[in-house]
């Protein structure tokens, strides 16, 4: 079960396996592996093999695409028609998608089966997939561990090879913290280039849907299928199609890397940092130069984040009041109780902390104080980019300060839990692509990841310098041992 997306592609091309033949077996590894994991909320086994099948009759009519009938998970934050999409949340357990989010309808075009929807931090909020209405995910690697969050139930599903790849969201790394916590390839496109239309929202200006896979050949190839304009979608970008694969095998010789100064000081676990240094030796060997870069503004990421995002949290989430679809108190005395009562029983901790946040900042008489200050200071991390970026074609540092840290440590700290994506959320607050992919073990022997950001709409560049280190080390081949 350690194929990749290619593999499998190429598996399925020769005629020796059908797409119903791999969903019977990842189906069956779900079955054993997600009472242990809990990565998986939904699945569907009747609904898979429906749509395993008519791939295979799509094949057989000579109608494939590069990736039909290769299976993917879903996040449980995209609607699917008939499925459920409870974006890990009381609020919306019993709520079922009428029609499909633009990426689910993507996938479905290009016949790829869903093998369902994984588990996630209730409303993407959280940092550990220990926020969920559904349980807390446990890491494959070590399940006493989190898997990062809050795509950590697509992160778990793909290291444990329940899923040969899975589609997950990133408000402030929430693909890429989760990817290095698991040790696998995850991708933040650019912000507008692929759609959100059907994706629940949390934080309209931030979230960004993207691939999670083992490698990043696997992310440019999903990236083929997921990207694209949406008139749906207000800031989706109408831009010409692309091939994401196309500079895979470009070589390195002459490529700048900028390792800002930043990144690799206070804060970063030792073994974390010699896991990076490794790499960086890798990229030397490859014919890659390295310059030192600084991003000034950086430090301020995470206050700024937590000002903006539950801003809009608390704006997209005041939609979940009982009177059209989601949970409902059973029992009120008046409308204003049951919105009271609603919201109280129906919202987790963590969102309620969100959206209190949120409806502060934006308040008469701070709004000026907090939120304006906040853009003023997203700008600048912009620009700070936009500045390195002229000493160098890619960045490179830590994904996550340490590795996966164990469940409950961190769950009575907010600050502390928010401080594991120091070195993610600056990315999405420039809108900047940005991924992460496995570069060694901790000395705890949990995974450690690498960050790559790329400048805007630097997608396929990025995913080349992922690709070539890919070819020269094996750590996205690593699977963890009695799984």
């Not at 997950?168 to 933040?188: E, N, V």
């Not at 759609?195 to 931030?206: H, N, Q, T």
């Not at 991924?435 to 022997?445: I, K, N, T």
């Amino acid at each position: 079960m350690n194929q990749t997306i290619k593999e499998l592609s190429d598996l399925l091309a020769r005629g020796e396996a059908s797409s119903a033949e791999l969903c019977q077996d990842y189906l069956a590894r779900i079955e054993r592996l997600n009472p242990r994991l809990n990565a998986f909320i939904t699945v569907d086994p009747d609904k898979t093999l429906e749509e395993a099948r008519a791939a295979d009759a799509r094949r057989a009519r000579g109608e494939a695409g590069p990736l039909t009938g290769v299976p993917v998970a879903h996040k449980d934050i995209f609607c699917a028609e008939g499925w459920p999409a409870t974006c890990g949340s009381r609020m919306l357990a019993d709520f079922v998608s009428p029609y499909d989010a633009h990426v689910i309808s993507r996938f479905k075009a290009a016949g790829m089966p869903s093998l369902g929807k994984t588990n996630m931090d209730e409303f993407a909020m959280g940092s550990s997939n220990e926020t969920s209405f559904f349980g807390a995910v446990r890491n494959p690697w070590d399940e006493r561990a989190v898997p990062g969050g809050s795509s950590g139930g697509s992160a778990a599903a793909v290291a444990a090879r329940m899923a040969p790849a899975a589609t997950g969201t990133d408000t402030g790394g929430s693909i890429r913290q989760p990817a290095a916590l698991t040790g696998i390839t995850g991708l933040k496109p650019t912000y507008g280039v692929v759609s959100r239309y059907g994706m629940i929202a949390f934080a309209s200006s931030l979230d960004q849907a993207g691939p999670m896979a083992p490698s990043a050949e696997d992310c440019a190839l999903l990236m083929n299928v997921m990207a694209g304009f949406d008139a749906r979608d207000s800031t989706s970008l109408e831009r010409p199609a692309e091939d994401y694969a196309r500079d895979l095998d470009r070589p390195l010789k002459g490529l700048r890397i900028g390792l800002p100064r930043e990144f690799f000081g206070a804060g970063l676990a030792a073994d974390v940092g010699q896991a990076v240094e490794a790499a960086l030796a890798v990229y030397r060997r490859l014919g890659a130069e390295t310059v030192e870069v600084g991003l000034p503004n950086s430090g301020l990421s995470v206050p700024v984040y937590y000002v903006l995002a539950p801003a809009e949290a608390s704006s997209n989430l005041s939609r979940y009041d009982g009177v059209r679809y989601g949970y409902r108190a059973a029992a009120y005395a008046d409308l204003t109780d049951m919105y009271e009562r609603t919201r109280a029983e129906g919202f987790g901790a963590e969102v309620k902390r969100r959206i209190m946040i949120g409806t502060y900042v934006l308040s008469h008489g701070y709004y000026d104080a907090y939120y304006l200050q906040a853009q003023k200071i997203r700008r600048l991390i912009a620009q700070d980019f936009a500045e390195a970026f002229k000493a160098c074609d890619v960045i490179l540092g830590p994904t996550a300060p340490t590795t996966a840290f164990d469940l409950g440590a961190k769950t009575a700290d907010p600050v502390q839990m928010y401080l594991s994506d120091i070195y993610t959320i600056a990315v999405n607050l420039a809108g900047l692509p940005g991924m992460s992919l496995p570069c060694g073990f901790g000395a705890d022997h949990r995974p450690v990841g690498l960050q790559i950001v790329g400048d805007w709409f630097g997608e396929a560049r990025m995913l080349n310098v992922a690709h070539q280190y890919q070819l020269a080390t094996d750590w996205h081949r690593r699977m963890p041992e009695g799984l």
